[in-house]
Nanobody, 120 residues
């Protein structure tokens, strides 16, 4: 069993900041990939940021320079620091991980999502 739990969403004014967290737990041996995706109402889910190692990081063009992804391998946790938030960042944010468990070399899991609303 693997659990993926996000936290940190909420309501923030334009220009404000939020930090999302995603913790993976269960029979984990290795976390290969950790990523954040978002889905706004009526739109398709899109990649926001992802990382495998500290030197392999990707950002959507729309968040470059404003968002920072990081991970704490000791805690199996990935963070998304979001600064200078805009109304168009409003969406449900989902954590996605690719892990090695006791039973599988590669399994992909999604979190339940956390809502981010940017509004004055």
């Amino acid at each position: 069993q693997v659990q993926v739990v996000e936290s940190g969403g909420g309501l923030v004014q334009p220009g404000g900041s939020l930090r999302l967290s995603c913790t993976v737990s269960g029979f984990i041996r290795t976390v290969y990939y950790m990523g954040w995706y978002r889905q706004a109402a009526g739109k398709q889910r899109e990649l926001v940021a992802s990382m495998t190692t500290s030197s392999d990081i990707n950002y959507a063009d729309s968040v470059k320079g404003r968002f920072t992804i990081s991970r704490d391998d000791a805690k199996n946790t990935v963070y998304l620091q979001m600064n200078s938030l805009k109304p168009e960042d409003t969406a449900a944010y989902y954590c996605n991980v690719d892990v090695k468990t006791l039973y599988s070399d590669h399994d992909v899991y999604w979190g339940q999502g956390t809502q981010v609303t940017v509004s004055s």
